[in-house]
């Protein structure tokens, strides 16, 4: 049985540890809303208003599978097919890889197994026709990140894409669409793209650390039309929850079917299996995994610092929308708070299962051992020290534990098991090794050729040290004592040391750091920061 006294301390708990000034909180069950409430102020300036469940967030990544069952409905009406080359709609555009476009469709534009990369922007234009002019500008400039169909690779402009498809063969502006196809028919009366509709409700404000770890609104209110099917959609914790219960209630909703049910099951079965410990999976633009037996299928999203958390259990009917204006210190709290919900209304199991580990096999692990760097982010170190075999993530050094022949786990000082696949392909060395971050989300590390001789000309660094800007903020890179330091406002208030690849790459635990002819940076494949000036 949920206590909700228990639960409202544990979240007012949650909230005081990572300095969150607002969360909304709606609960569904047996497809009927059974909770809600807003914890907190909308912003910490002028006393903040209290947050309520119908109060505004930013919604971030969780607007993809809001865009996708837009397509879905497209689908069901013969507009669009899920797997039609999308040359064949849209002849005039070609990618980096020639011919790629030809291999690539809506499932796996939705399913993120097209080969793009990430990238988010929180400014651009905001005009309707940005859209359109990222396809045929940024994306089809992208270097694909592996060959189309080979790896999941979680990719912001692919959805932007599959939007664009959609707005295209239809005939109708990407957010009309959206209105028309799903705001609309789930009574998601305060859902909407458009700041200046948003902030005639209770809206609720990013908030920030500064250098002095203290709190501040961010004043800088993110807008651009090229990723609004990505990330861009703003709403309420009850506005979401009629989206969950449609989806529990096999596209069901307010006596009207939405979506039939054969949509709603091509949505949220794994086109995508993870070599994970309990069958984890990615459908289309929803993840799919196991928790103490019971299947979940869900989506976060991250966009300034405001923080959203959905994730449905259709056996039983049950959802949890958490969205929250500030991030930073969030992201296990808002994993705590889902478990402790779940396990209180569906009497769950006090523990979690212990992973059973094999005796490895370890004539392997000479093909494991190497540097590996993702194209969309992280980094990982994969060490042979004669009977142990370890990784370096995240900063940590950790033993791998064999949990059959190329599939191992970690275990974290603070936090569950990490399951690290181990790409095969006969004797060669692992071309790629999957890391399952989070629960139903994975990350592709490829590995990364290096010369092992080589080594930095004293003095030669100093020429990277400055400031630089990028399209999510700041970047400073420090040399102290023939080492490279990195801060980027994206990954918080974390100083990173890279590890030099070659004169112009370096490996830091966030990824790929990499520099070109006239000294601009990139981080990974897309992250692009210009220097504007030097320490």
Do not use: C
């Not at 912003?43 to 505004?56: A, H, K, L, N, W």
């Not at 507009?79 to 064949?88: A, F, G, R, V, W």
């Not at 020639?98 to 905001?126: C, D, F, N, Q, V």
């Amino acid at each position: 049985m949920l206590n909700i006294a228990e639960l409202e301390k544990f979240v007012e708990a949650a909230m005081q540890a990572a300095k969150v000034p607002g969360v909304a909180l709606a609960i569904v069950h047996e497809r009927k809303v059974f909770y809600a409430r807003g914890f907190g102020v909308t912003s910490i300036e002028d006393g903040g208003i209290p947050v309520t469940p119908q109060t505004i967030f930013r919604i971030g990544s969780t607007s993809k599978p809001l865009t996708t069952t837009a397509i879905m409905r497209l689908v069901e009406a013969g507009t669009l097919e899920l797997d039609t080359p999308i040359n064949e709609i849209m002849p005039d555009l070609e990618l980096s890889v020639p011919g790629a476009i030809g291999e690539i469709t809506l499932r796996k534009l939705l399913s993120h197994t097209a080969a793009l990369p990430t990238a988010a922007e929180h400014y651009g234009s905001r005009e309707p026709a940005g859209l359109r002019a990222g396809v045929y500008g940024d994306i089809a400039s992208y270097p694909l990140v592996a060959p189309v169909d080979k790896i999941w690779s979680y990719s912001n402009p692919g959805i932007n894409f599959a939007g664009y498809v959609a707005e295209l063969v239809s005939g109708t502006p990407y957010t009309q669409l959206m209105q028309e196809l799903v705001f609309d028919p789930l009574e998601m009366k305060r859902t909407t793209f458009d700041p200046t509709v948003a902030m005639t409700y209770p809206l609720a404000q990013s908030h920030k650390l500064d250098d002095d770890g203290n709190l501040v609104v961010d004043h800088h209110y993110a807008d651009n039309t090229m990723h609004y099917p990505s990330g861009f959609v703003m709403s309420t914790a009850l506005d979401l929850a009629n989206f969950a219960i449609m989806h529990l209630s096999g596209g069901s909703f307010g006596g009207k079917q939405v979506l039939l049910p054969e949509s709603i099951n091509t949505m949220h079965t794994p086109h995508v299996k993870f070599a994970a410990l309990n069958g984890d999976g990615y459908g289309l633009t929803f993840s799919s995994f196991d928790y103490k037996g019971v299947r979940q299928v869900g989506h976060g999203g991250r966009i300034s610092s405001f923080a959203s958390h959905f994730e449905m259990v259709p056996e039983t009917g049950t959802a949890v929308v958490i969205l929250a204006n500030n991030s930073a210190l969030w992201s296990p709290h808002e994993h705590s708070i889902t478990r402790f919900i779940l396990d209180g209304l569906l009497d769950l199991p006090s523990e979690m299962p212990p992973v059973a580990t094999i005796e490895p096999d370890r004539s392997k692990w000479d093909q494991f051992v190497g540097t590996y760097t993702g194209a969309n982010s992280g980094a990982a170190e994969v060490l042979r020290n004669d009977d142990e075999l370890s990784i370096i993530w995240q900063g940590q050094t950790l033993p791998l534990k064999a949990v059959s022949a190329d599939l191992y786990v970690v275990q974290p000082p603070e936090g569950d098991p990490i399951p690290v696949s181990f790409m095969m392909d006969g004797s060669a060395p692992a071309e790629y090794i999957q890391v399952l971050i989070a629960p139903g989300f994975a990350v592709w590390l490829e590995r990364l050729n290096a010369d092992p001789n080589f080594s930095i000309e004293p003095g030669y660094l100093a020429r990277y040290a400055g400031n630089y800007d990028g399209p999510l903020g700041a970047m400073t890179i420090r040399l102290v004592k023939d080492q490279l330091l990195v801060k980027a406002a994206i990954f918080g208030s974390t100083e990173f040391a890279a590890k030099a690849v070659d004169k112009d790459r370096f490996v830091l635990p966030i990824g790929l750091l990499s520099f070109d002819a006239v000294g601009d940076a990139r981080l990974g494949s897309t992250l692009k920061f210009s220097r504007i000036g030097q320490d």
